[in-house]
């Protein structure tokens, strides 16, 4: 268990050391391979007895971040044109600071500035890539980067499968959960519930933090496979690497059973289809969806008969009967009541991961009513207006970019679409890896289409 942190700790020195040689899109090394296994390393130090020095090792990623935004700034050789979204980025984070100032809600300064983080660090992230000098990035190296990682991803789901054993019962998780964040172990394998569906199903999360972040996690990879191997031209180029990260994305996506990123992953496809003129790709997704339609009526006609197993898990999924189904309509309708009678928000810390720390929790299985629920409606407009206007954007963009710039514009907007499920049913900014890799390339995207034309944008010899 102990190569988990040596990997983090590693990650982190090589990226760091990038960082000082000049080249500050290597802060994708640690954003990739640390991250990834963030939670899973955490534990393991827990678990070999370096308390002490958990502390320390979770303020890695802050370090790192502020040092490159900070770094990238002072060198800034002109002042940056501004795009509406930075605009609605830096509004979302000025109106949430105020919340963390002002003695708004029932939680102290501190716990506040927590909650703050939890919900607009990604703010922080953006800007750093925002202010990266894009024209050095050889993003493709990167790209490879994040298959090798699906790829050890699925790898360590077989062997899970192998031993019907969750990695997180070897490394700890239970007691590192319980001390830091106060989450007691539940459910039948000493975890959590999260990590088992209805039917005593065991969900998996890979090396990841909990299975719902390694089914994000599919999503993303998913993107960067689509985005890699798609050429200007909309033909498919791809390799034995692709297709081996792509077969363990599809391996990680089932027995990660999540319905929510599940459903993003097929929209992914469908909407890659769609943006790339591949007919066969809709076409079959059209004569697909009719199908599960008419098997869907066919077991409710049989339900009564077949009503055990993973029929029952469909079932109930369907009609939203199931303990998640019900945990998730119960969270939203708490959270909009919440937001109805107090539409500027109850205070940074109310809802979210934070709030469930403190036990109280309120409306926190959405990632917008979360948002809401804390800092009120105009926080919640911010911040999905920066999802419509991401997408809107990358729409926009993606006929008319080139070589990397399109593989980045892809990438990003296949990931903010296929997300937008799963943040109606989870909080998935409080996932480190998912957040910053998600919004260090939202920032890479924005700088590359507001620079001027004649400039050059990405580095073009590394794929």
């Known amino acids: 268990m102990f ?65 490159v935004l900070i770094l990238n700034i002072i060198s800034l050789k002109q002042k940056p044109r501004f795009h509406l979204i930075d605009y609605a980025i830096f ?24 909650a703050l983080k939890s919900i607009s660090f ?89 299975p719902l972040e390694h089914a994000a996690a599919t999503l993303l990879a998913l993107s960067v496979i689509a985005a890699l191997y798609t050429r200007d031209d909309n033909k498919i180029s791809i390799n034995s690497m692709g297709l081996l990260a792509l077969g363990a994305s599809f391996i990680s996506i089932i027995f990660a059973i999540s319905r929510a990123p599940l459903a993003g992953y097929f929209l992914i496809i469908y909407v890659y289809g769609w943006i790339t003129r591949k007919k066969t790709i809709t076409n079959t997704f059209h004569v697909a969806l009719g199908l599960v339609v008419v098997y869907l009526i066919y077991l409710f006609s049989k339900f009564e008969d077949n009503n055990t197993g993973i029929v029952e898990v469909l079932m109930n999924t369907v009609d939203f009967s199931n303990p998640s189904s019900v945990g998730h ?12 009678a107090q539409p500027l928000g109850l205070g940074l810390g109310s809802s979210g991961r934070v709030g469930g720390t403190l036990g109280e929790n309120i409306g926190g299985e959405n990632q917008f009513i979360i948002i809401g629920v804390q800092a009120g409606v105009i926080a919640l407009f911010l911040y999905l207006s920066v999802y419509v206007l991401f997408i809107k954007t990358g729409f926009k963009w993606i006929n008319r970019l080139k070589g990397k710039e399109r593989k980045i514009c892809m990438a990003v907007l296949l990931f903010k679409i296929g997300v937008f499920i799963p943040l109606l049913t989870s909080e998935v900014e409080s996932s480190s890896y998912i957040s910053y890799l998600n919004w260090l390339l939202s920032g890479i995207f924005i700088s590359m289409i507001m620079l001027p034309k004649t400039v050059p944008i990405i580095a073009e010899n590394v794929y």
């Open 3 to 67: 190569i988990f942190l040596l990997i983090f700790i590693t990650s982190f020195i090589v990226a760091l050391r990038e960082v000082i040689n000049g080249n500050r899109a290597g802060i994708f090394v640690f954003l990739i391979f640390g991250l990834s296994i963030y939670t899973t390393a955490m534990s393991v130090a827990y678990l070999i007895g370096l308390k002490s020095l958990i502390p320390l090792f979770q303020f890695f990623k802050e370090f790192l971040v502020l040092s």
């Open 91 to 114: 509004a979302f984070l000025a109106y949430t600071i105020l919340y963390a100032v002002l003695p708004i809600g029932e939680q102290n300064f501190g716990q506040r500035l927590v």
């Open 122 to 210: 990604y703010v922080v992230v953006y800007f750093t890539g925002r202010f990266l000098d894009v024209k050095s990035i050889y993003i493709s190296k990167y790209f490879n980067y994040l298959l090798l990682l699906t790829i050890a991803a699925g790898a360590v789901v077989l062997a899970e499968l192998a031993f019907n054993q969750q990695l997180q019962t070897l490394t700890g998780y239970a007691d590192y959960s319980y001390y830091f964040f106060n989450f007691e172990p539940s459910g039948n394998y000493g975890l959590s519930w999260t990590f088992e569906s209805e039917g005593g199903y065991k969900r998996f999360a890979s090396f990841f933090a909990n």
């Open 329 to 340: 309509l119960v969270e939203w309708v708490q959270g909009i009541m919440a937001m109805i």
